[in-house]
């Protein structure tokens, strides 16, 4: 099994993207599928502080409005990377997964939500900001969503494989938080 390291989300952000470069970055929100060939993409396993499992995308689905679950948190199978994207000029980053090419999405301000993938179009609903919580391990974050002000969470506080990611009021329940890790080898080129 590859060494995780876990990295500050505020410091993984902002070198990921010095990283990428400013070429890269023209592209990181279009919504081709695939990237542009050897464009360097750095990716990330998301795993939730309650159920020590990862965000994936159920059965490697490329459907648009596929429901986002928890998973096996050290399967780094490609539906379970998620990269971070920065658009221009925007306080927030998208999540999108490497498998379907498609954006963490909430469509609704509603408590209880769904947090879906969708093609990437750089709009409000796709843009997330990290938040600590006092009290909170530091290595995990809020990701809370700039559309509806709502947090993401595992519904229920399940912790099985499988339950359902949605959106959620504040809360300081460990199913809200998060931590982004960067195995080895998920740094490629594209």
Same mark, same amino acid.
């Given at each position: ?106 469509? %609704?301000?509603?408590? *209880? #939500?769904? $947090?879906? !993938? ?6 409000? /609903? ?31 506080? %399940?912790?099985?494989? *499988? #339950?359902? $990611?949605? !959106? ?6 460990? /199913? ?15």
């Amino acid at each position: 099994m590859p060494r995780k390291r876990t990295l500050a989300v505020a410091a993984l952000i902002g070198t990921t993207f010095l990283a990428a470069g400013t070429a890269a970055m023209a592209d990181v929100w279009a919504p081709e599928s695939p990237p542009f060939h050897g464009t360097k993409r750095f990716y990330h396993i998301i795993e939730n502080l309650h159920s020590g499992l990862g965000l994936g995308v159920p059965g490697a689905s490329t459907d648009n409005g596929t429901q986002i679950i928890q998973w096996n948190g050290v399967n780094v199978a490609m539906n379970n990377q998620w990269e971070i994207v920065r658009p221009a000029a925007s306080p927030g980053f998208m999540l999108r997964n490497r498998w379907s090419r498609q954006c963490l999405t909430v469509h %609704s301000k509603t408590v *209880g #939500a769904p $947090v879906v !993938q969708e093609p990437c179009q750089n709009s409000i /609903n796709q843009q997330w900001v990290t938040e600590k919580v006092n009290g909170i391990d530091p290595h995990f974050v809020a990701f809370k969503n700039l559309h509806s002000g709502l947090d993401m969470v595992v519904d229920n506080a %399940s912790t099985a494989l *499988g #339950a359902k $990611v949605i !959106q959620w009021s504040r809360t300081t329940a460990p /199913n809200a938080f998060f931590n982004i890790t960067a195995p080895v080898g998920l740094q490629v080129t594209d």
